[in-house]
Nanobody, 127 residues
Framework: QVQLVESGGGLVQAGDSLRLSCAASGRTFSSYHMGWFRQAPGKERDFAAGIRWSGGQTYYADSVKGRFTISRDNAKNTVYLQMNSLKPEDTAVYYC????????????????????WGQGTQVTVSS
């Protein structure tokens, strides 16, 4: 089992920045690819960013590329999402998720490929 707890969400204005954190406990964090997903009211849960178990490769949705940065600190069992130049359309509940690297070497954009999920943190961007 892997337990994930997100933090860092809040209410900000357009153009501001936020950094989300996801702390993991349980099994070896470094053996998991990690993803950040987001879900706006009435919409599906969408991939925002992902990072391989080693941190060597990162992936982004087109909608956040150039504004968001995912990183991880395996020594601290934590993955981060730095969000800059926030827009009202970034408003959503943000979830981190873990996918075992034993099953695949790829970071998947599909929520169904992730085994463990956090409870989510709300990000609201006002115009």
């Amino acid at each position: 089992q892997v337990q994930l707890v997100e933090s860092g969400g809040g209410l900000v204005q357009a153009g501001d920045s936020l950094r989300l954190s996801c702390a993991a406990s349980g099994r070896t964090f470094s053996s998991y690819h990690m993803g950040w997903f987001r879900q706006a009211p009435g919409k599906e849960r969408d991939f925002a960013a992902g990072i391989r178990w080693s941190g060597g490769q990162t992936y982004y949705a087109d909608s956040v590329k150039g504004r968001f940065t995912i990183s991880r600190d395996n020594a601290k069992n934590t993955v981060y999402l730095q969000m800059n130049s926030l827009k009202p359309e970034d408003t959503a509940v943000y979830y981190c998720a873990a996918r075992s690297a034993a099953f695949s070497s790829f970071v998947s954009p599909r929520p169904s490929d992730y085994t463990y999920w956090g409870q989510g943190t709300q990000v609201t961007v006002s115009s």
